[in-house]
């Protein structure tokens, strides 16, 4: 809650003030990058999304058919690639991110705003070096692991150096938000009333910047192996793949969590607007997002237990990986208290918001399956891998973004959507999206390796299901993207605050002016404040 | 507000203090960075010279330490002339500012001077990083950290012709400041990586 | 920089001094790794004798000392990631079981 706001503002929205080609790519407003980042996500998303159809479709049936054993391989190292280095990494973070920081802690843009610009062209210099790297695509998986990436002839030097270049907008990308977090909080903004959204972002914001350069080293000597010939994971030269492994997971472990706190975040937004109650466990909930940015670097090696690392090792990382389900469990437990006799409302924002409580917490638990060694033995590189982890990025972050996209869509663009069109959506998504995955855990149990282009008969009624399941996922995706355009031209006109919402970034304009706020608002209160004033 | 002047409006609004105190923590973000890009080298290191300690040692020798440590010297030395430019900064003195970026800077040439020196030797007796483990290591070590030295200079140049041009003050430096940060963790990893490659290898 | 908060200048004798430290310093190590030789021990003097320096060189080159609580954290919380990376990392490496 915030005093000294203006609700009726004359100027002119940071989307009108300014037209044309330069006012976009070389502007340093944080939401016109916001909406940059969400345009170029959103592009990365539908190719990687369109070459997961393809790829469901060559498993439709057993034999190959649709496309080779070659083509597959190249076909997954780029889904994976995209959707992980190219949207889902800069997702939430750098689009919502960028757009909402400002506004919720109540200031004028992010500490650098010309640093901010540069992360964005840098991400479309990983974005162009990505295009000549699809002249001749890498076969590896998007995890690069050596030996086979030092070896094969396609072009993983291009893919990684794209990777690379990407790796260092994430890093300033992230450095800016802690800055802007640290420095620019508007008075009475406090610690303890910061919106959980801030939290989350703040922990992703830490993770990006201290565990990035990892990975960019470790990219970089696998260039150098492809190139000078040094051996650091080439078992011929005294190497260690391995090492490999490790170095790559030290990052990737973590980035998983780059990927999914934004999204918890999110939650922690829509949920108490919807059920017009305070958020239950506010510093449980805001603690608990920086405990697993700092647990999630313990973690990496669960996923090497199959690899052959020391059994010693095995058993320490089997048990950290136990530690970093608590700080995700008492998220869980939070919301659904908040939810607890709250007056729900089932706006389209609410329902994505509710299925990535359910969605989440099947992926969540069945990684604890995957976490404990034992059973990792069984399951690992099969289809429940695949399960568990589309059941967290999909059904946690994905639907965490559909939920903002949702939710926020009134305040960056000033249109309301049409909600009855985007439960319409919703509702292909979530069955869509269960018919695809839920069998594979079935799969992988049955024992289905993953990346393979062909598999054995007796899997063949559950992928053709999964197969299925797709088609219905894109239907929903189509609906969605429609409402999304539609309501851009034909889209009632919004109010300022449509939900009544008590965040700071609801109290200015919608859209906000250029500077966000005509004065800087004096915060005299946390934002979760429902149910007292109605 | 005018609508067409609401860009320089948006640069102009942040407060010089505001800027100094933002700019510099970032740096201290971006250091940490730096650290971890390290890092994953100073892993790699710490893993093969256990697992092959004959080999660290017998190429170790290979090195020229007498121009490691002349180098070394170069290095610190040039740390302490770019703190004594931001102290003059901060004291309004211009002149000397100028003129220890200048010794700086000319420092940091001798340093990759010596460091081309060292390389083109190392390739004249058939050593490349292909030779060996060790000699992998010391050449990715050594060319990531002479690549900062390059960014470094370029830095560093652009903050004394700003200075030539009279941008700084004592009430504001920022640039100096944290250009002077960067320079010094180039400086804070050579004192790592002399003795992890020169002396003990 | 005006009033407005504690910043701290170093005079231009300290850093004189602190060079001179970081010289003798430099001296020893090369005179420890090549005239003593400890044999094993080695690494970890020449280690402790740079961490030496490298401090120096952060808390008054880079005004470590003088910076608020939340810059040491992230100048801090770096190298505990590095150790974590190391350490770890060797828990695998050197505890395999090769056939």
Same mark, same amino acid.
């Given at each position: 809650?915030?005093?000294?706001?203006?609700?009726?503002?004359?100027?002119?929205?940071?989307?009108?003030?300014?037209?044309?080609?330069?006012?976009?790519?070389?502007?340093?407003?944080?939401?016109?990058?916001?909406?940059?980042?969400?345009?170029?996500?959103?592009?990365?998303?539908?190719?990687?999304?369109?070459?997961?159809?393809?790829?469901?479709?060559?498993?439709?049936?057993?034999?190959?058919?649709?496309?080779?054993p070659h083509t597959y391989n190249v076909l997954f190292t780029l889904h994976g690639s995209l959707m992980v280095f190219f949207f889902i990494v800069p997702g939430i973070s750098a689009s919502l991110g960028n757009f909402l920081i400002p506004l919720m802690i109540g200031a004028r843009d992010v500490a650098?705003?010309?640093?901010?610009?540069?992360?964005?062209?840098?991400?479309?210099?990983?974005?162009?070096?990505?295009?000549?790297?699809?002249?001749?695509?890498?076969?590896?998986?998007?995890?690069?692991?050596?030996?086979?990436?030092?070896?094969?002839?396609?072009?993983?030097?291009?893919?990684?150096?794209?990777?690379?270049?990407?790796?260092?907008?994430?890093?300033?990308?992230?450095?800016?938000?802690?800055?802007?977090?640290?420095?620019?909080?508007?008075?009475?903004?406090?610690?303890?009333?910061?919106?959980?959204?801030?939290?989350?972002?703040?922990?992703?914001?830490?993770?990006?910047l201290l565990a990035t350069p990892v990975v960019g080293i470790t990219l970089l000597l696998l260039i150098a192996e492809r190139t000078l010939g040094i051996g650091f994971f080439d078992p011929d030269k005294g190497g260690d793949p391995v090492l490999f492994q490790n170095f790559f997971w030290f990052y990737s472990h973590p980035a998983v969590y780059i990927m999914i706190i934004p999204a918890m975040g999110v939650i922690s937004e829509i949920l108490p607007v919807f059920s017009r109650k305070p958020i239950f466990g506010y510093k449980a909930i805001a603690y608990s997002s920086v405990a697993i940015a700092i647990?999630?670097?313990?973690?990496?090696?669960?996923?090497?237990?199959?690899?052959?690392?020391?059994?010693?090792?095995?058993?320490?990382?089997?048990?950290?990986?136990?530690?970093?389900?608590?700080?995700?469990?008492?998220?869980?437990?939070?919301?659904?208290?908040?939810?607890?006799?709250?007056?729900?409302?089932?706006?389209?924002?609410?329902?994505?918001?509710?299925?990535?409580?359910?969605?989440?917490?099947?992926?969540?638990?069945?990684?604890?399956?995957?976490?404990?060694?034992?059973?990792?033995?069984?399951?690992?590189?099969?289809?429940?891998?695949?399960?568990?982890?589309?059941?967290?990025?999909?059904?946690?972050?994905?639907?965490?973004?559909?939920?903002?996209?949702?939710?926020?869509?009134?305040?960056?663009?000033?249109?309301?959507?049409?909600?009855?069109?985007?439960?319409?959506?919703?509702?292909?998504?979530?069955?869509?999206?269960?018919?695809?995955?839920?069998?594979?855990?079935?799969?992988?149990?049955?024992?289905?390796?993953?990346?393979?282009?062909?598999?054995?008969?007796?899997?063949?009624?559950?992928?053709?299901?999964?197969?299925?399941?797709?088609?219905?996922?894109?239907?929903?995706?189509?609906?969605?993207?429609?409402?999304?355009?539609?309501?851009?031209?034909?889209?009632?006109?919004?109010?300022?605050?449509?939900?009544?919402?008590?965040?700071?970034?609801?109290?200015?304009?919608?859209?906000?002016?250029?500077?966000?706020?005509?004065?800087?608002?004096?915060?005299?209160?946390?934002?979760?404040?429902?149910?007292?004033?109605? | 507000m005018e609508q067409l002047t609401a860009d320089h409006v948006h640069v102009h609004h942040i407060d010089p203090v505001e800027e100094y105190e933002q700019s510099k923590f970032g740096m201290w973000l971006f250091l940490g960075t730096e650290i971890l890009l390290f890092g994953g080298l100073f892993a790699t290191y710490a893993i093969f010279r256990a697992k092959y300690p004959e080999m660290f040692h017998l190429d170790h020798l290979k090195l020229d330490w007498e121009l490691g440590a002349l180098n070394t010297i170069i290095l610190i030395g040039s740390s302490?002339?770019?703190? #004594?430019?931001?102290?003059?900064?901060?004291?309004? @003195?211009?002149? $000397?500012?100028?003129?220890?970026?200048?010794?700086? #800077?000319?420092?940091?040439?001798?340093?990759?001077? @010596?460091?081309? $020196?060292?390389?083109?030797?190392?390739?004249?007796h058939h050593i490349y990083p292909d030779t060996s483990i060790f000699f992998s290591l010391y050449f990715m070590m050594t060319g990531l950290h002479m690549l900062h030295v390059f960014i470094g200079l370029i830095v560093l140049l652009i903050i004394m012709i700003l200075a030539i041009k009279g941008r700084y003050s004592a009430s504001y430096n920022t640039h100096v400041e944290v250009g002077g940060l960067y320079w010094h963790l180039i400086d804070l990893i050579w004192i790592y990586l002399f003795p992890l490659l020169y002396l003990i290898g | 920089m005006s009033e407005n908060h504690d910043e701290h200048i170093t005079p231009y004798k300290t850093y004189v001094i602190i060079w001179l430290i970081l010289m003798a310093l430099t001296v020893i190590t090369v005179y420890v790794a090549r005239e003593i030789d400890l044999g094993s021990i080695n690494l970890f003097v020449a280690m402790i004798i740079a961490s030496i320096k490298a401090t120096i060189v952060a808390l008054f080159f880079m005004h470590l000392k003088y910076e608020d609580s939340i810059t040491w954290v992230f100048a801090l919380y770096p190298l505990f990631l590095l150790s974590l990376l190391i350490g770890l990392t060797s828990i695998d490496v050197f505890n395999r079981i090769v056939p």
């Open positions: 809650m915030a005093t000294g706001t203006a609700a009726t503002i004359s100027e002119p929205s940071f989307l009108e003030y300014k037209s044309g080609f330069r006012s976009w790519f070389y502007t340093t407003d944080h939401k016109r990058i916001g909406i940059l980042y969400l345009v170029s996500i959103s592009i990365f998303f539908i190719i990687a999304g369109s070459i997961a159809i393809v790829m469901r479709a060559e498993l439709f049936t057993p034999e190959s058919n649709i496309v080779s650098f705003p010309k640093l901010n610009l540069g992360s964005y062209w840098l991400y479309l210099i990983g974005a162009a070096i990505l295009l000549f790297a699809l002249l001749e695509p890498a076969d590896t998986g998007w995890t690069f692991y050596t030996p086979y990436s030092a070896k094969t002839n396609t072009n993983v030097i291009l893919l990684t150096l794209g990777i690379f270049v990407l790796g260092f907008s994430s890093i300033l990308t992230g450095l800016n938000f802690i800055v802007t977090i640290h420095k620019m909080r508007a008075p009475g903004m406090t610690w303890h009333r910061l919106p959980l959204f801030i939290w989350a972002l703040y922990s992703t914001a830490i993770l990006q647990i999630s670097f313990f973690v990496w090696a669960h996923h090497l237990f199959v690899a052959g690392i020391s059994e010693t090792a095995a058993i320490i990382f089997s048990f950290l990986t136990f530690l970093v389900a608590v700080p995700t469990a008492i998220k869980v437990f939070n919301w659904l208290a908040t939810l607890y006799k709250g007056s729900i409302q089932f706006h389209s924002a609410m329902l994505y918001a509710l299925s990535f409580l359910f969605l989440f917490t099947v992926g969540g638990l069945t990684g604890l399956h995957v976490g404990a060694l034992a059973a990792d033995i069984h399951l690992h590189d099969t289809y429940f891998v695949v399960a568990h982890m589309h059941y967290v990025m999909i059904g946690g972050t994905v639907m965490g973004f559909f939920g903002a996209l949702h939710f926020w869509y009134p305040k960056w663009f000033g249109k309301m959507l049409d909600d009855t069109l985007g439960k319409i959506a919703w509702f292909f998504v979530f069955i869509g999206f269960n018919v695809t995955f839920f069998p594979q855990f079935f799969l992988g149990v049955q024992g289905m390796p993953r990346r393979y282009a062909t598999y054995l008969p007796e899997f063949e009624s559950l992928m053709k299901l999964s197969t299925i399941g797709s088609w219905i996922l894109a239907i929903g995706m189509i609906i969605m993207a429609y409402n999304l355009i539609k309501s851009l031209y034909s889209g009632e006109k919004a109010p300022d605050n449509p939900y009544n919402s008590l965040s700071l970034e609801w109290q200015t304009s919608s859209p906000p002016i250029l500077e966000n706020f005509k004065e800087i608002p004096v915060v005299t209160d946390w934002s979760y404040g429902y149910g007292k004033k109605g | 302490m002339t770019m703190a #004594i430019g931001v102290t003059a900064s901060k004291k309004g @003195n211009n002149k $000397l500012l100028i003129i220890m970026l200048a010794i700086t #800077i000319i420092c940091g040439l001798v340093f990759g001077f @010596n460091k081309y $020196l060292e390389y083109t030797a190392k390739f004249a | -």
